[in-house]
């Protein structure tokens, strides 16, 4: 039997609300157990980016990190945020330590290609490259790793990644020695059936029900990737994938993506 | 026979130098065994409050940390430089780990009474309280500590502290499992009898020969607390302290304050 673990990963509608994360961390480090927190970015970064007049450039949505940006984002995310979301866990008698990918080279990561679009400084991150023997020792020593979405290339340049892939990317790397829990919290109850109704989560999802959902476009186009990740972390070894709300984080609330063997139904 | 440790402090006419902080990076990288940095703080900070419109309020030359200027050194110093010396270390196969004393505990501090001048968020480190058992779990895994001057209460609040005290209080409190060597670099070659002639410099002080240039006003008003607090670092158990310019980290060169029991002359 393995240890279990529990990798939660909060996004910037926590973290620009003081009083949802200090709620939230206080229940994060109630959960028993090996626990990691993955955390993003929030408005910080692009407030500050305004008043310093550096503009905010986006393709297709998704922004695109230049010198000045990744600056910001390595000053706000591993700064601010990182070390405010330790020194509250410290408080709650939770023994964090904050890192970024390149602290003790935890998170390695792959600069994406230039073409056809240059994202500037953003790295691509592969569960086979973290480093899960350094945060095996930390968890064995009843620390809490609280991971930002900076990495590095490993020749010396900080990177802005996706906090979603490094949570999944964890979760695979850890899998090799716990029994994962994985947890994205995000500002709804769960998946829902009905996107204007809170009450209509749907409580599991197989892969069966899962094509069934997307057959009859129940699940909306912004959920698929969350969902499509959710099942490869599950094919790559994690035993749960859980998106729920963050204020349900000790709830047994939300949707769950479960491992086959595992499943009751 | 302990094994040695080097523990070496940068301040910021280093880090506001890209070469000269890249040449000493790659020097320290090269030390062999144990090593920490600690690093001070720069210029970058004054001018992001400069360019946020955040005032900069000093009394007697010490400056006030109110939680907007908390706010930016948190960013600067344990985001932006911390983060980007770790990146440069792993580039040169030194497998740092950056840390603000809020992590893992490392270094509470006590938050400074408010009489008779309030300074806002800035915390005094005590040697007893650094938490030296984590830090030589990292030293004996070839982990390498950088620590920026960012502390915490352990009530969840962030704290500006003294790189120089973080320095001398390390060094105490690994003085019990290591030799200890403390080395500060700063912009001069060493202590010197002529402060306009760099080639002055007093190669070794000597509590007797402390007592001499004192007495014979050799040694000026700002270097007093740097000596000071170099032989309550050797009353504490620390080995060596050196007092160097940045560039000759490797050399042996500067000024040096040695524990009797080690002493040639």
Chains 1, 2 share one sequence.
């Not at 500037?120 to 790793?145: A, K, M, R, W, Y």
């Not at 490993?154 to 695979?172: K, P, R, V």
Request: hydrophobic share 40%.
């Amino acid at each position: 039997m393995k240890p279990e673990i529990n990798i939660v990963k909060i996004g910037g509608n926590v973290i620009d609300n003081e009083a949802a994360l200090s709620q939230f961390l206080q229940d994060f480090a109630s959960l028993e157990g090996a626990k990691v927190l993955i955390h993003g970015g929030g408005k910080l970064a692009t407030r500050m980016a305004e008043q310093l007049n550096i503009p905010t450039q986006m393709h297709e949505g998704r922004r695109i990190t230049d010198a000045d940006t990744l600056k910001i984002v390595t000053m706000v995310y591993a700064g601010w945020i990182n070390k405010n979301i330790v020194a509250q866990l410290q408080r709650l008698h939770c023994n964090a330590i904050g890192l970024s990918g390149a602290d003790a080279n935890v998170i390695p990561a792959v600069r994406r290609a230039p073409a056809p679009i240059d994202f500037g400084f953003v790295g691509d991150v592969q569960p086979e490259q973290i480093n899960h023997t350094f945060l095996s020792t930390l968890l064995q020593q009843d620390i809490c790793p609280v991971c930002c979405a900076i990495t590095h290339d490993t020749q010396g340049n900080l990177l802005n990644s996706n906090a979603d892939t490094i949570a999944s990317s964890l979760a695979i790397a850890l899998s090799s020695t716990y029994d994962v829990r994985l947890v994205f919290c995000f500002e709804k109850e769960g998946v829902l059936s009905n996107p204007d109704d809170e009450r209509s989560v749907i409580p599991e999802i197989t892969r069966s029900s899962y094509a069934t959902l997307k057959a009859d476009g129940i699940i909306t186009a912004g959920m698929l990737p969350k969902i499509d990740n959710a099942f490869k972390a599950i094919d790559a070894g994690v035993q749960e994938v859980v998106i729920k709300h963050a204020k349900n984080v000790l709830q047994d609330r939300g949707t769950t993506i479960s491992h086959p063997n595992i499943l009751i139904s």
